[in-house]
């Protein structure tokens, strides 16, 4: 099983972009479909993007189609989460998370297995 750890947070002003890391522990992350959940204030966790073990394929929530962009480097073991023309709804803590799966992703992930410890995205008006 993996271990995750999640980085780039910050404050950014809306309009502007950021990339966000999952840094993944463990040799078996190519066994994972990675996906990106996030929690604003006072809502629900609600997912934003996922992607598959191999990169071939990816889904997107539709609030953040068209903005952000999921990728992963299975060398480093890592899932990025670029985000551009940030709104003031995108602020929330941001999570990565793994599914156990090689099939390609076509939905949101539903089943996931691991969790890291989140980080804040704030974006100002």
């Known amino acids: 099983q993996v271990q995750l750890v999640e980085s780039g947070g910050e404050l950014v002003q809306a309009g502007g972009s950021l990339r966000l890391s999952c840094a993944a522990s463990?040799?078996?992350?190519?066994?994972?479909?990675m996906g990106w959940f996030r929690q604003a204030p006072g809502k629900e966790r609600e997912f934003v993007a996922a992607?598959?073990?191999?990169?071939?394929?990816?889904y997107y929530a539709d609030s953040v189609k068209g903005r952000f962009t999921i990728s992963r480097d299975n060398v480093k073991n890592t899932v990025y989460l670029q985000m551009y023309s940030l709104k003031p709804e995108d602020t929330a803590v941001y999570y990565c998370?793994?599914?156990?799966?090689?099939?390609?992703?076509?939905?949101?992930?539903?089943?996931?297995?691991?969790w890291g410890q989140g980080t804040l995205v704030t974006v100002s008006s």
């Open positions: 998370a793994a599914e156990r799966s090689h099939l390609p992703v076509r939905s949101e992930l539903k089943y996931l297995e691991v």
């Open positions: 463990g040799r078996a992350f190519t066994n994972y479909a």
């Open positions: 992607i598959s073990w191999s990169g071939g394929s990816t």
